[in-house]
């Protein structure tokens, strides 16, 4: 590659430069055409056409009323005109000090409440999450789950004041008695607090909101004693104290409680209740009397009311809680018009129904909460709180919130949002979504003080509407999700081919990459495939080109994989077949939009959680069996349980591989058929999985050469990490013996005697040195048991080099001074040599300092006549940060042990500059230092060797050298250092040809290739799939949790703890080598190991470059300091 007495490497012509960055530029074109191809592949994927879809409709018809129960009254208003700006006015405390405050309650039962929470959560001063129930004998206390509502307060920007309800009900029902024994008595409410107090402080609350309902009129003083004890508790926690208050009961004094709480709120709603007969749930003129009176005495700085916002539906001799969104869906399905009664001031209307009779609903929208909130701003009253989250009219945040602290006018509700909730209807668990949300309208008519004096429906908003099909009696789909997986995929295959039964495999592109073949056995076996998108991700509030990426790249890698294209879909995390939110049911639109069916589930095995293969078998059969009982009370929910969720990625699958026999028999000995999913759809596997269209298959035939490509990138990464941590833990566990052997041996070897008479020339080159100089030649001449003669040659120095060496040792008759034109370190020794008196030579750098014995004991080996050189152990001096310290450890750990054990083989690559002496006579055998390698040392080595010489190595001979003290200066040292190494590779080449001599062909050279070249320049894309990896995991993790989240990571960690565990033994072992070193480095490792070989990785990728360019590379200046300590 060089010319003829040229540096190796160097092209003079520059021609390799111009090729080099022609093909650099070749291939990154190549990389961004195969990019755009790909990139454009997977964005212009054609919407497929909509297949049919037969939605079962409910069994009962809404009709329209024949007998409306709420006809708009001529009552006059205004007695309650009067009584709310005048009279009722009067009768409630003001504090002028009293400011606007947004309240609402929070319930984890329910999705849409937390759906609301996180649209809202920036309205809102006060959350009051319903978390915590107190019931029963033992009062035992239940905490709610609440991951939904929990991770929207844990992620809002502005978090506010957290008071969670504690409450004594459970599954509606108070239990007054049993509260009223526990507030009795002194020692259990004090062990109550002993357990609420650090839940409160764990969950980050900012105080506690109490609503014991039902409490019997002797319980009120001990509920006042245990408020008290409360507020002793919380007063060293500043932390708010909130009661709940029931209007018109006069067992409640009031004002004494408001004397011991933060707040009393103020429960104005429930006027009439579902246990009793048809009503207004807070008509305005009872809404503002019940205020009134409950809150006398008690400061308007005290004072929340909690207004209703929901419905009531009375039916037969009952009825059913709805939300505000609920009753505009019944209306619209009956065809009735809510209106707005004058006299109450609550909506309603009424319809009847084929199956149960005449039903009446009242309501509480954002028309009364106009009334309300009117009322309570007039009063003086600030605290303002809403019952509850997710059941509220969506109009009700135009004049609710911390963005309203005044009042809009009435008109603001006029324009209604679209709906949030979800009306679901028809059997089965394949969804269609046949209707999206549209928004309402309705016109305001205002009294003249500005209140709702009617509230006409012009438009009724939409909210998004789900029809289900696919209920076939005993029928059974089952479904596995996430895979294919390498290990578990096909054993379930195994499985279901032995048993003859069909499948539905919703497969994660990601995992689809490296596993073509098994994806055609899924398919060639007679299965069905499905879409569970790309790389699985939550597709909650993902845009719509997110979403579109997910569905078009694993389509795009199916088609290419099999020539068929998905018809079926599944989104992560939404696999139920009532999905309750926007964000569940976008994924499902956006995949409809594109042609897709979306499969849910009414069955989930939960084997993610490996619960064990019986409770798997029983969570299949008995959710199966559910269908059948369903079906017989004439459920609709629960009619439908044909959808079977399994898994076969993801995890260890072998407890649902052993299940899956199980649940086949037992489902089959009761009567079931097993179909795939498209039989329950109703259409065919051809239509679920149609081969691709003649102008699909030329695209086809791209992406299944950059899949195949990107496939194989992966497998390699993956192998290549594998392979990596293989080689570097027995490179790790072969240095180590090796060196123990040599250890060992050196044990029971008699060391040539030291000849005080042996006479050794060192050569000193120095180039710019004036800081090191003179304290390197002090410690040469300090040498003991050697008769030694010092030649310095200052290769051109523009500081005192020669100054310094004249002046201090002109008078010693030891020390030569030879001052040259600069013209390199090789240049420099080799006019050394040609006045070296000595049989051995040492060749010195200026930064380096001997112990008074180390030439003494480097000298004694050269009673081998077959000996031309013999390494000693250099050490780093300048221990004074962390970048030397490093090297300090590398030396020790790296170096030095690498060196005893090549040693035994007699594979030694370098001696170094630091610290080693050469037979004379070797040097001038093989023509010198070589000029054209950066790294003379190691060159020299080679050659001595090559011409048949013998290195050895001894550790006893110590030198303390120089070394970088920055990083910068680390990676120019080291760059030389690698790309003088590069170059005596290629210029020894032969000996790995021809085998000679044997230590370096099959040892020394290979080991240097493998681990000092090849694994450090591919190091940087295995490091970078690991740190991906790692990513990607934290966010799956994040996302749902580690049980359902299964990468490579886990393995590349288990292989990455195994070698840092044997690198750490084998470091112990070259410290238990090295007596003289301080351990203490050792606790360095792990983070030089992680740092400091990213340098390392830099210096051979940039000499590996510079090598294939050809340009000229120089040795480089390292900036002395002189506080090298020796020992």
């Not at 309603?348 to 028309?367: I, P, R």
């Not at 090796?738 to 042996?758: C, K, N, S, W, Y």
């Not at 002496?917 to 010198?928: D, F, P, T």
């Not at 830099?1098 to 590379?1113: D, F």
Request: net charge neutral; glycine share 8%.
């Amino acid at each position: 590659m060089s010319s003829p007495g040229a540096p190796v490497f160097y092209d003079p012509s520059g021609r390799r430069r111009r090729r080099f960055a022609l093909g650099v530029a070749s291939f990154v074109a190549l990389l961004l055409i195969a990019a755009i191809v790909f990139v454009v592949s997977i964005g212009v994927v054609p919407a497929q056409p909509l297949l049919p879809f037969n939605s079962e409709r409910p069994g009962h018809k809404l009709e329209p009323p024949r007998d409306t129960v709420l006809k708009r009254t001529k009552r006059t208003i205004d007695w309650y005109t009067r009584r709310l700006t005048g009279e009722t006015r009067a009768k409630v405390a003001k504090d002028a000090g009293n400011v606007p405050l947004a309240i609402a309650f929070h319930v984890p039962w329910d999705a849409q409440s937390a759906e609301s929470l996180r649209r809202h959560i920036d309205e809102l001063d006060w959350v009051i999450p319903g978390w915590v129930s107190i019931t029963g004998p033992n009062h035992r206390i239940t905490t709610f789950p609440d991951p939904a509502g929990r991770a929207v307060l844990n992620a809002a920007t502005r978090r506010p004041l957290i008071l969670p309800m504690i409450q004594n009900a459970i599954e509606g029902k108070w239990d007054g008695a049993g509260m009223a024994a526990l507030l009795h008595d002194p020692k259990q409410r004090a062990a109550l607090l002993d357990k609420i107090e650090p839940w409160l402080a764990a969950n980050r609350a900012g105080g506690a909101f109490f609503d014991f309902e039902e409490l019997p009129p002797s319980a009120q003083a001990d509920y006042r004693a245990f408020l008290n004890e409360v507020n002793t508790r919380f007063d060293k926690h500043g932390w708010v104290i909130a009661m709940a208050a029931p209007v018109g009961d006069r067992s409640w004094d009031l004002p004494a409680y408001a004397k011991i709480v933060d707040r009393v709120f103020l429960m104005s709603y429930d006027e009439h209740e579902l246990s009793g007969p048809p009503g207004p749930i807070a008509s305005q003129a009872w809404f503002a009397k019940t205020v009134a009176d409950a809150a006398r005495g008690i400061p308007a700085s005290k004072l929340v009311v909690a207004i209703g916002n929901y419905g009531y539906d009375w039916y037969g001799t009952g009825g059913d809680p709805m939300t505000v969104e609920e009753a505009w869906q019944a209306a619209r399905d009956s065809g009735a018009v809510p209106v707005f009664d004058r006299a109450s001031g609550n909506s309603g209307f009424a319809y009847e129904d084929d199956d149960t009779g005449k039903h009446v609903v009242w309501l509480l929208d954002a028309a009364s909460a106009y009334n309300e909130i009117a009322f309570l701003r007039r009063a003086g009253i600030g605290g303002v709180a809403l019952w509850r989250l997710g059941a509220e009219d969506p109009g009700l945040w135009s004049l609710f919130g911390r963005s309203h602290p005044t009042l809009p006018p009435a008109s603001a509700i006029s324009d209604i949002p679209p709906g949030t909730d979800v009306d679901i209807e028809g059997k089965g668990e394949i969804l269609k979504i046949g209707a999206v949300p549209s928004a309402g309208k309705r016109k305001v008519i205002t009294l003249p003080n500005g209140d709702v004096a009617d509230a006409q429906f012009l438009a009724l908003p939409s909210q998004y509407m789900v029809q289900r099909t696919g209920y076939r009696d005993r029928e059974v789909a089952l479904t596995f999700d996430d895979g294919p997986d390498p290990q578990w995929t096909p054993q379930i295959l195994d499985v279901l081919k032995r048993e003859g039964v069909p499948a539905t495999f919703f497969i994660v592109g990601e995992n689809a990459l490296t596993e073509r073949a098994l994806l055609k056995r899924i398919v060639d076996e007679g299965h069905e495939v499905g879409s569970h998108t790309y790389t699985h991700p939550n597709l909650a509030g993902a845009s719509d080109t997110e979403t579109d990426v997910q569905l078009n790249a694993t389509q795009r890698l199916f088609q290419a994989f099999t020539g068929r294209s998905l018809k079926l879909f599944r989104a992560p995390y939404f696999g139920d077949a009532e999905p309750t939110t926007a964000d569940e049911i976008g994924p499902a639109l956006q995949a409809q939009n594109r042609g897709y069916i979306s499969v849910g589930l009414h069955v989930d095995a939960e084997d993610w959680q490996r619960p064990g293969v019986q409770a798997i078998v029983d969570n299949v059969v008995n959710g199966v069996l559910k269908g059948d009982t369903g079906c017989a009370t004439g459920s609709d929910d629960e009619c439908s349980h044909n959808i079977v969720l399994l898994h076969d990625a993801g995890g260890d699958r072998s407890q649902t591989v052993a299940a899956l026999p199980i649940i086949i028999k037992t489902l089959r000995d009761r009567g079931f058929t097993f179909v795939p999913v498209s039989r329950l759809a109703g259409i065919s596997r051809d239509v679920a999985m149609p081969p691709i269209s003649a102008s699909d298959r030329s695209a086809a035939q791209v992406d299944l050469f950059l899949f195949g490509t990107l496939g194989a990138i992966v497998t390699a990464l993956s192998w290549l990490f594998v392979f990596a941590i293989s080689i570097g833990i027995l490179r790790a566990v072969v240095l180590s013996a090796l060196a123990l052997f040599q250890a060992r041996r050196e044990g029971r070897t008699v060391f040539p005697a030291i000849d005080a008479d042996r006479f050794v020339t060192v050569i000193i080159p120095a180039f710019n040195e004036e800081a090191v100089i003179e304290r390197s030649i002090r410690t040469v001449l300090a040498s003991t048991d050697v008769r030694i003669e010092v030649i310095v040659i200052d290769d051109g120095s523009k500081d005192r080099t020669s100054a310094i060496v004249a002046a201090t040792f002109g008078d010693d008759p030891r020390v030569r001074l030879l001052t040259l034109e600069n013209g390199g370190k090789a240049r420099a020794l080799n006019r050394g040599l040609e006045l070296a008196q000595g049989e051995i030579v040492i060749a010195l750098d200026a930064d380096t300092q001997f112990e008074p014995t180390t030439i003494a004991r480097l000298a004694r080996w050269f009673v081998d006549p077959k000996l031309g050189a013999v390494a000693g152990n250099a050490k780093v001096g300048n221990r004074v940060n962390l970048v030397t310290r490093w090297q300090a450890l590398e030396y020790v750990t790296a170096q030095n042990l690498e060196r005893r054990a090549l040693s035994s083989l007699n594979a030694m690559m370098v001696v170094p500059g630091a610290v080693g002496a050469w037979r004379l006579a070797a040097i001038r055998e093989v023509g010198g230092y070589p000029h054209d390698t950066l790294a003379e040392d190691q060159d020299l080595t080679i050659a001595i060797q090559r011409a048949g010489w013998r290195v050895t190595y001894d550790q006893y001979a110590v030198a303390w050298t120089e070394s970088p003290e920055s990083f910068a200066g680390l990676a120019k040292q080291r760059f030389r250092w690698a790309y003088g190494t590069l170059q005596c590779l290629w210029k020894h080449g032969r000996i790995m040809r021809t085998g000679r001599p044997r230590g370096l062909a099959w040892i020394g050279v290979p080991q240097a290739i493998v681990f000092q070249v090849l694994l450090a320049a591919i190091s940087p894309i295995i490091d970078l799939a690991l740190i991906v990896s790692m990513i990607t995991t934290w966010f799956a993790i994040e996302a749902h949790g580690w049980a359902q989240t299964q990468t490579s990571l886990d393995k590349m960690l288990a292989y990455w703890l195994v070698f840092t565990a044997i690198d750490l033994l084998s470091a112990i072992v070259a410290f238990a080598l090295e007596r003289r070193e301080k351990w203490r480095l050792l606790w360095l490792l792990i983070p030089q190991r992680i740092g400091y070989r990213q340098i390392m990785y830099y210096v051979v990728l940039k000499a590996i470059t510079q090598a294939l360019r050809g340009p000229s590379v120089g040795w480089g200046k390292l900036q002395r300091t002189g506080r090298v300590q020796a020992g």
